[in-house]
């Protein structure tokens, strides 16, 4: 076994004290498995934490809204979704109105999101009505899937389920459309596709890294020796191979680095490059300038990561600069930029002032303003989400579109949102 290297303190947890740290069926299965095959990566303690067929946070769990964890956009605000849906309309539109497209959705929660973008394409029927939709979802967790096929299909259809099958569920959304549900996006049929992915890249696994006078060396979880049930960091003896993904000549002494991410932004781009279509990926995150973001969220307050996993959500900021990196060559891409200059571009205060106008509810009203400010304001998530897409080379290279060939005129380079929404 390897001999760790421990006492150093890089990171931002472990300092809870011994009688805050339940002892959950989570940490006894970890307790287990390190006792048996030795440390783990932060990666694999983040994978079985969160994504653990019977024991993982996401799986067994509604974690969203007030009485959760955390709260989302779509969650706050109608608009939010509204806004997006916009967006892919604006993208099938300037890129030759295809007769049909898939909306694929990674992480898709309560299906809040999805849903807002479904009753925009309703209620913008008439532009759509020659366009045959289909929704894909790719989601890990059974509590969500479920309560996503309440919230989106209509009753009286009922469910195909097919627990062995790559297309784990399938039904019809309240609106007629097609819905499946897959656990990879490697499952979902290779159609023109948006692809849209809200606050799912920051709950992939991240490998950690330190800089020491040694080389770069890689953060494990082991067990405290001195506090039974109790983990804590330690640092890798020597290189591991996920030190592969970091860049030469990084310059920070702390780096988080997810290959997760990699394989699915590499997979997006494939798609995109060879069928079209494009892909809308917001997350907080940052361009290749943080060093230590893992952190966990618990009713709505930060905590310690290494206490009572399970119980709480794990996440890291996303590198948009490693997306991009992933991307290039196969796709263009646009961003990051920060949510409030997004939503701003996609006219988030035209929207508002429509609802604000129809309402004469003051709650609602009260709830319009509020939800706006929490999306917005620069202190809240304003400034810490961004929104970055992929798209195919010609949509901004100013080409012709080759998909409807009665349609003559050039695209229009500008992308709604990166500038300002302006219908063609
Ligand atoms: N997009 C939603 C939910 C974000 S929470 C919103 O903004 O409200 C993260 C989502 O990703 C959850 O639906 C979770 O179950 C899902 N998820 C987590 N890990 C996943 C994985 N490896 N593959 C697919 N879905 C995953």
Not at 44 to 54: D, G, H, I
Not at 125 to 139: A, P, Q
């Amino acid at each position: 076994m390897l001999r760790f290297i421990t006492g150093g303190n890089y990171f931002s947890s472990g300092n809870e004290p011994a009688e805050n740290n339940p002892v959950t069926p989570m940490l006894r299965h970890l307790i287990y498995k390190i006792k048996s095959t030795g440390p783990i990566t932060v990666a694999e303690y983040m994978k079985e934490v969160l994504t653990n067929p019977a024991k993982g946070y996401y799986v067994y769990r509604d974690m969203l809204g007030e009485q959760g964890d955390f709260i989302t956009s779509p969650e706050i605000s109608q608009i939010f979704g509204e806004l997006l849906g916009i967006w892919f309309i604006s993208e099938w539109m300037a890129t030759g109105k295809s007769t049909a497209f898939q909306l694929v959705e990674l992480g898709p929660g309560r299906g809040t999101l999805v849903g807002d973008i479904l009753r925009v394409f309703t209620q913008l029927g008439s532009v759509l009505k020659n366009c045959d939709i289909s929704v894909h979802l790719v989601e890990v967790s059974q509590k969500l899937s479920e309560i996503q096929a309440l919230t989106l299909t209509e009753e009286k259809v009922p469910l195909e389920r097919n627990v062995g099958s790559p297309v784990y569920m399938k039904g019809v959304t309240k609106s007629g459309i097609p819905i499946s549900w897959y656990r990879r996006l490697h499952d979902v049929p290779k159609g023109y596709s948006f692809y849209l992915a809200h606050e799912f890249f920051d709950v992939l696994p991240v490998h950690k890294f330190q800089k020491t006078p040694q080389g770069w060396r890689e953060v494990f979880i082991d067990i405290d020796p001195q506090i039974s049930d109790k983990l804590r960091f330690v640092l890798a003896p020597s290189a591991t191979p996920a030190e592969a993904f970091i860049q030469h000549d990084e310059t920070r002494d702390h780096v988080e680095v997810c290959p997760d991410a990699g394989v699915i932004i590499e997979e997006l781009s494939q798609r995109i490059a060879l069928t079209g279509g494009a892909a809308l990926v917001a997350d907080y995150g940052h361009d290749g300038t943080k060093t230590d973001t893992f952190r966990g969220f618990c009713g709505h307050k930060l905590h310690d990561v290494l206490i009572a996993p399970g119980t709480a959500d794990l996440t890291a900021d996303v590198d948009f600069s490693y997306l991009r990196r992933m991307a290039q060559g196969k796709v263009a891409s646009l961003g990051p930029i920060k949510q409030h200059t997004f939503l701003k571009n996609m006219g988030i205060d035209v929207r508002l002032k429509v609802l604000l106008d129809k309402s004469n509810e003051p709650s609602v009203r009260q709830q319009l303003l509020q939800g706006y400010d929490m999306l917005m304001n620069p202190k809240k998530m304003g400034e810490r989400f961004n929104f970055f897409a992929l798209l195919p080379h010609e949509r901004l290279q100013g080409g012709r579109h080759q998909r409807n060939a009665r349609q003559s005129k050039p695209f229009a380079s500008l992308v709604a949102g990166f500038s300002e929404l302006a219908w063609q």
